[in-house]
């Protein structure tokens, strides 16, 4: 069975530092990847995935991850965090079985507070 | 473009009472539609999931269940609710492929 580990539960960063927000993944086959993030009351907004090709994935609000193949490892970085980057953060695992409706496996949430 | 709309967005419910919220699609055909509760704290759990009318798989047994009686919509059902039903209910949609799933605003539901 796929998983995904979110080994942090709350990253604090200072304005204008860079952010790293940690997942990690456990899957049979090639995995295909998400970041989502949510804000207070809201649904999850889609950030980005890494599906094939290119290791270093670019996506939305200036945030981008790195998939590393042999660490197992998918994580959200962005080189100047800004205040309202804090929210909760999910990683996500799609599962890939014929038939399984691109259900998709999430991490526990990790809540970024970023501070003046 | 696509947009995604769940009803309502709060709920108060005494327990052993109905439940019927319901979330719609516009701007695609024939999506994958998805029902998660997010529970105090974080975690979202996969609760039904669909890929065309009338075609529901459950992922957790329990009291809710789920119908897709038109094609972007997706309707989440209790007949007696429980104090453990209380969360926030989440409904997405996605294409078919390697396409994201997008969320709706939530349901926050309340059982007293």
């Known amino acids: 069975a796929q998983s995904v580990a979110q080994p942090e539960d709350q990253v604090n960063v200072a304005e204008g530092n860079p952010l790293t927000v940690k997942c990690t993944y456990s899957?049979?086959?090639?995995?295909?990847l998400f970041w989502y993030v949510q804000y207070p009351n809201r649904g999850l907004q889609f950030l980005l995935k890494?599906?094939?090709?290119?290791?270093l994935v670019k996506g939305s609000y200036g945030f981008e991850a790195e998939f590393n193949k042999s660490q197992t490892s998918f994580h959200l970085k962005k080189p100047s965090a800004l205040v309202s980057d804090s929210a909760l953060y999910f990683c996500a695992v799609r599962d890939r079985t014929r038939g399984g409706g691109n259900k998709l496996t999430f991490g526990t949430g990790t809540q970024l507070k970023v501070e003046l | 473009s696509q947009t995604i709309h769940q009803w309502p967005a709060t709920l108060v419910q005494p327990v052993g009472s109905p439940l019927s919220l319901e979330c719609t699609v516009e701007g695609t055909s024939n999506p994958n539609l998805y029902w998660y509760r997010q529970a105090a704290g974080r975690g979202l759990q996969l609760l039904f999931y669909s890929v065309g009318i009338g075609q529901i798989s459950s992922e957790v047994p329990q009291n809710l269940s789920a119908s897709r009686p038109q094609d972007r919509q997706f309707i989440l059902s209790s007949k007696k609710l429980l104090l453990s039903d209380s969360g926030f209910y989440l409904c997405a949609w996605s294409m078919k492929g390697d396409q994201p799933q997008h969320f709706g605003d939530g349901t926050r539901l309340s059982i007293l």
């Open positions: 890494y599906i094939t090709g290119d290791n």
């Open positions: 899957v049979s086959g090639n995995p295909y």
